[in-house]
């Protein structure tokens, strides 16, 4: 018996090593980090009182929350449109159009980017054309600032929002709309009263999801920016790993308020998930409610980690 | 709800998104086959010179070289402890999973930015000072497809029923370690690759943690191709295409193989 147990704990040394060098305590010494002062010694709440009070840091938080709200609700709403859309689709042609969604949520960060600076940058092939045909509405456009980085960002939020949402509408059984129609509901009254509320748990939960994937988003805005919009990712690699002075503090400060915003958010998308599984647990049956989980997590992961 | 058929208005909506997310990879690859692209709809003349070039560019295959074998050794080691370690705590250890969604789940709330922060801070100084190596970045790496290990993992476990399997091999007098290599193993390998070749191209595409903690000392495709950008927009764009066409590839096999085992793993 003590053998037994002697092999089993062995299997488990090497990965409880990787975990705490790479995960455990580098988020520890980041949070340390944010209480410490600048020179290193003693504890203080000096780091976060300075993020709170200066305007700079200040603007960074607001343009990293503003972005990520922005895109995220008009990732969703598009999302959700799309995904009914595809309820329509035969499954052949479904697949057809999640598979090209998924395919290009692999084409994110820098190589995004890229393409953008290509298609709308100062000497983008459309800009350029645009100038030609004198189409004035694009002049104003810029590509490097505010609306530039909410394009690109939307290009991302979107087909995760689909990839996220289209499952949920697969929840909703064909029967409760004939049942509902023969009560005398409209398609209108049936979405109010019946089709939203089952899709509202969904919805929220993918807005965390995508929340968070757009405040931590750091490749694609570094790629298309570099460090002229102050937002909050940006922020914290050029004050951990800048090439001017380096303030590991201020870093850790920032980064353990961007990851408090992301963990809430994903939070909240675990609380959704567990609601949507209680309630369609019933309806859906359970490799179906367990793919959905497993999809959400897969997804939202590989997103995540393209940015 | 799939007795209905797709009218005017899902078709167009979709025919819509479709060009809106297919566009900027459209362009790019336009760009990477210009000889010049200026003022026209397409381009006037086509070249495969930017893709020759890329080619020739020694310090582009040096990148490409670097990426995979840094990925490919990520992939192993996390293999290596991974395998292992899931497979003793969904056998015998059932309880403490819990604990381990929570660690699973925190590479997904901590974004790769803040990630960076701590492990700079953590190997920068002190005992383990790795700083801008590849150990730091192997790791790094290892907790980034720590997600897509387990999950894969416990995945296949739980559709082989390694539990009766395994309990079956020791009825039949096999000792445990036996009963993991001979019996276990070669049922769950098929969804392990998926998983393995799905962390593959998650760390191919891989940015922010490379460019943080050693993008001075070691180039990845993604730095590389970052570092280009601002020289040459055609040669950008072939290098960019080329590795897209190989994320598709490899998805394709990934997509491939998860069909062929049911949709054991992905769903």
């Known amino acids: 018996m003590k053998q037994k147990s002697r092999g089993v704990i062995l299997a488990l040394i090497p990965f409880a090593l990787m975990v705490l060098a790479f995960q455990l305590v580098p988020v520890l010494s980041m949070l340390t980090g944010s209480?410490?002062?600048?020179?290193?010694?003693?504890?203080?709440?000096?780091?976060?009182?300075?993020?709170?009070?200066?305007?700079?840091?200040?603007?960074?938080?607001?343009?990293?929350?503003?972005?990520?709200?922005?895109?995220?609700?008009?990732?969703?709403?598009?999302?959700?449109?799309?995904?009914?859309?595809?309820?329509?689709?035969?499954?052949?042609?479904?697949?057809?159009?999640?598979?090209?969604?998924?395919?290009?949520?692999?084409?994110?960060?820098?190589?995004?980017?890229?393409?953008?600076?290509?298609?709308?940058?100062?000497?983008?092939?459309?800009?350029?054309?645009?100038?030609?045909?004198?189409?004035?509405?694009?002049?104003?456009?810029?590509?490097?600032?505010w609306s530039g980085l909410?394009?690109?960002?939307?290009?991302?939020?979107?087909?995760?929002?689909?990839?996220?949402?289209?499952?949920?509408?697969?929840?909703?059984?064909?029967?409760?709309?004939?049942?509902?129609?023969?009560?005398?509901?409209?398609?209108?009254?049936?979405?109010?009263?019946?089709?939203?509320?089952?899709?509202?748990?969904?919805?929220?939960?993918?807005?965390?999801?995508?929340?968070?994937?757009?405040?931590?988003?750091?490749?694609?805005?570094?790629?298309l920016v570099g460090g002229n919009y102050n937002l909050l990712a940006v922020r914290i690699g050029s004050l951990v790993a800048g090439d001017v002075v380096t303030q590991p503090e201020m870093g850790s400060t920032l980064a353990v308020l961007l990851g408090l915003t992301t963990i809430l958010a994903v939070y909240l998308n675990h609380l959704m998930v567990r609601r949507t599984e209680r309630f369609g647990a019933k309806a859906l049956s359970k490799p179906d409610v367990k793919t959905k989980s497993s999809r959400r997590l897969w997804t939202a992961a590989s997103e995540e980690v393209g940015q | 709800m799939n007795i209905r058929k797709a009218?005017?208005?899902?078709?167009?909506?979709?025919?819509?998104?479709?060009?809106?997310?297919?566009?900027?990879?459209?362009?790019?690859?336009?760009?990477?086959?210009?000889?010049?692209?200026?003022?026209?709809?397409?381009?006037?003349?086509?070249?495969?010179?930017?893709?020759?070039?890329?080619?020739?560019?020694?310090?582009?295959?040096?990148?490409?070289?670097?990426?995979?074998?840094?990925?490919?050794?990520?992939?192993?080691?996390?293999?290596?402890?991974?395998?292992?370690?899931?497979?003793?705590?969904?056998?015998?250890?059932?309880?403490?999973?819990?604990?381990?969604?929570?660690?699973?789940?925190?590479?997904?709330?901590?974004?790769?930015?803040?990630?960076?922060?701590?492990?700079?801070?953590?190997?920068?100084?002190?005992?383990?000072?790795?700083?801008?190596?590849?150990?730091?970045?192997?790791?790094?790496?290892?907790?980034?497809?720590?997600?897509?290990?387990?999950?894969?993992?416990?995945?296949s476990l739980l559709t082989v029923n390694a539990v009766e399997l395994l309990h079956a091999a020791e009825l039949l007098g096999a000792r445990r370690r036996t009963a993991f290599v001979n019996v276990i193993l070669p049922n769950i390998w098929p969804g392990v690759i998926v998983s393995a070749l799905l962390s593959f191209s998650v760390l191919f595409g891989e940015f922010v943690l490379t460019n943080m903690l050693v993008g001075g000392h070691i180039q990845t495709i993604q730095v590389y191709l970052y570092q280009r950008m601002g020289e040459s927009g055609h040669l950008a764009s072939a290098i960019a295409i080329s590795y897209f066409l190989f994320i598709l590839v490899l998805s394709m096999v990934l997509m491939k193989l998860g069909k062929k085992m049911g949709g054991g793993v992905k769903g």
């Open chain 1, 35 to 145: 209480f410490q002062k600048a020179d290193g010694t003693g504890l203080t709440l000096g780091n976060y009182l300075h993020a709170l009070q200066s305007a700079y840091y200040m603007q960074a938080i607001k343009n990293s929350l503003l972005i990520s709200l922005t895109s995220s609700l008009i990732g969703i709403i598009v999302g959700l449109f799309c995904a009914y859309c595809i309820t329509w689709f035969t499954p052949r042609v479904r697949d057809r159009l999640l598979m090209l969604s998924n395919m290009t949520s692999n084409f994110a960060g820098v190589p995004l980017a890229f393409a953008y600076i290509i298609l709308l940058g100062n000497n983008g092939v459309f800009t350029l054309l645009f100038k030609q045909w004198g189409w004035s509405v694009f002049t104003d456009f810029d590509l490097y600032s």
């Open chain 1, 150 to 223: 909410i394009l690109v960002y939307v290009y991302f939020q979107v087909p995760l929002a689909l990839l996220l949402l289209y499952p949920s509408f697969y929840g909703i059984r064909e029967q409760w709309r004939e049942a509902a129609s023969l009560l005398g509901a409209g398609p209108w009254q049936f979405w109010k009263t019946i089709g939203l509320p089952i899709l509202t748990p969904a919805i929220f939960g993918t807005l965390g999801i995508l929340f968070a994937n757009a405040m931590g988003a750091y490749a694609t805005a570094y790629a």
């Open chain 2, 7 to 155: 009218g005017f208005a899902p078709r167009t909506f979709m025919l819509m998104l479709m060009v809106y997310l297919l566009l900027p990879l459209l362009a790019t690859g336009i760009y990477a086959f210009a000889q010049d692209w200026q003022n026209t709809l397409l381009p006037q003349a086509w070249t495969l010179n930017w893709f020759g070039e890329m080619f020739k560019d020694i310090r582009f295959l040096e990148a490409l070289w670097t990426s995979l074998y840094l990925c490919l050794i990520s992939v192993v080691l996390s293999l290596t402890v991974m395998l292992p370690a899931v497979f003793v705590i969904t056998i015998y250890f059932p309880r403490w999973e819990s604990f381990m969604k929570v660690i699973v789940v925190l590479p997904y709330a901590v974004p790769g930015v803040v990630a960076a922060v701590g492990l700079i801070r953590t190997y920068s100084s002190g005992p383990f000072n790795i700083a801008g190596t590849a150990y730091l970045l192997v790791g790094a790496y290892f907790v980034v497809i720590l997600p897509y290990m387990y999950q894969g993992i416990r995945n």
